[in-house]
């Protein structure tokens, strides 16, 4: 059992230092804050909406710098 975890922590490791990775990463939330911003935006939940916001352009931002 400790094997799986030492072989899990291992492949984590490799992945941060992907770029590919965190490009996928980005684009991954950035698609979920989307969408959540959306239904925020339909339940009328406007704070939310503005939050859901403000992580896709983070998102959007570590997108960009990575992908350079």
């Not at 980005?26 to 339909?42: E, P």
């Amino acid at each position: 059992m400790e094997g799986f975890a030492i072989f899990g922590l291992i492949i984590a490791g490799w992945l941060v230092f992907q770029k590919g990775f965190w490009i996928f990463a980005s684009w991954l939330g950035m698609v979920a804050s989307f969408f959540a911003m959306l239904a925020s935006i339909v339940s009328f939940q406007i704070l939310g909406a503005i939050g859901f916001l403000f992580l896709f352009g983070v998102c959007y931002f570590i997108a960009l710098v990575t992908s350079e």
